[in-house]
């Protein structure tokens, strides 16, 4: 069962075979439940997924589960049920094969770093060579030291060093140990784009002559074109979506992978007419029947031009928080869909009102308190949606 | 000067071996409780901290009656030396270790709890035994924490009246601390020398916790500078 979801990345076949020299052997595959009690409800980790060398991108809101699943696969946490293992090697296979954290060989660098703060930066990055002779120690931390560029910070304290620095020493720290995978829990979030890419670079750099699997954390949309080769959807515990990148963000098969990327509309649509000289096609969407019944009429869209000719069907995302509300007919726009309808109810979370409006079909909009209060918006209001082609973003259907 | 110096010398020596039984006995027990998942873990927190409620005389009289020549402990002892525990100075450290283990066990554990967990693990990702994550990080982490152990379990030493007067006596020399100098003292109406003794022992415990917390005002305490 689990063989059908491997996704095979062209270019990390051939790495992996190449390492004939490497202790390691290919890529990590992971399927097991946790089930995590709590006062509120118990949260259920259930995945089963692999991962080849090369980057893997796991991605989910905050409360998906992501942490716990890196936990699960370096044995800080234990699964209830299930098998991990890394090539041919057993990690976990419930109720005989526990591997000890500290002989599993995965690397793990936290969202917290964890760099020990009395050490120093040397001192960090060469604790896991206690084993070594003092040379061998010396020269290990010291090649890591440079490959990361931290070489003169060596005998500063852990606890004085910068955000990026920390994050190269605690990364360094981490692939000294010649891991057979490696897990990044969000370990670059605070970093600007810039520092970031840098040390991305570093780190494919490194991985070209090691080929492990990389499981990278994050819960960023751009993160997740930035880096991934491969990208692994995560929701309430569940994998939801496994692919490419542009698969799997651009093209959402399911609501929830949408809902993830941040479409609250999503509508099933068929292509109309194109017109390739404007760049645009108009696309129908069927009416809700439940929204407006007994109404015949489509609603017409005009959205950017993708591939697919008249009559091809397509999925319409729009964010709530694109869409223009006006209280009476706008006039001399350049956006091009302009809807009326009438507001079914409002709703006020933290600072954002939520507004559904029945426009014969069922369209979320998001809104300041402010908008709220001066146009004194109320339930049963006619309003106008006003959404400029490019907010329409096509999905194949 | 009416000090009985011999009596400070006896409590002063009493104080550092006990403080450092407790230094070794201590940094085990006080791993287990701040790491052990045992459900019924609470138990055995709850006899450390006996002797801070309990009357010094209540476990003085225990330690006693299981020192005695009645006890399993007490006829080991005999056959092991001649002599009994009771009313020795093996048996004012052996009664000393108890009353003052939850003054070393309880600074040690807090600080070993409040290590960083993500610290623990991440020291067992990279390879570290147990042993090493303990000596690596959590001790080095825990100094303050093992610092004021050290210290209140000798000061607590130092002051103790009670289980010493039940288990020791009042031997000169062998068994008669510096606080049961000052009781006797007082009995026999020599206010001046017990206030002498009195005076002394507090400035002696007032500076030993000043150089503790002075010390653990230092950056890395657990509660630094503002």
Redesign the interface.
Known sequence: MSDTRILEQPGTATATSDRVTQTTSGGLSAAFRKRIPSQAHAFILEVDFQAMPGFTILFGASGAGKTTLLDCI???VTPDSGRIAVGERLLFDHPRVNV?????R???V?Q?L?L????SVEENVA??L?GLRREERVAGATAMLQAFRIAHLAQRKARDISGGESQRTALA??LV?DPDVLLLDEPLAALDAPTKAKIIDDLREWNRAHGIPILYVTHSREEVFALGERVVVLDAGRIVAQGTPHDVMSAPLQETVAQLAGFENIFDAVVESVHPERGTMVCKIMANPVAAPGASAPVILETPLVRGGVGAALRVGIRAGDILLATSPPVGLSARNVLPGRITSLEQRDVIVTAHVNCRVDMEVHLTLAARDSLELQAGHEVWLVIKTHSCHLMQG | MSIDWQAFRLTLELAVIVSAALFVIGLPVAYWIAFSRWRWKFLIEAVVALPIVLPPTVLGFYVLVALGSRSLIGRWWISLTGHTLAFTFSGLVIGSILYSLPFAVQPFAASFASVDRKLIAASSTLGASAFRTFYRVIAPLSVPGLVTGAALSFAHTMGEFGVVLMVGGNIPGVTRTVSIDIYDRVQASDYAGANQTALLLLILCFALLAIVYGFNRRPWAISPLK
């Open positions: 370096a044995g800080i000890p954290i500290a002989k599993r995965v690397g793990y936290f917290s964890a020990f703060p009395h050490l604790y896991s206690a720290r981490t140990t």
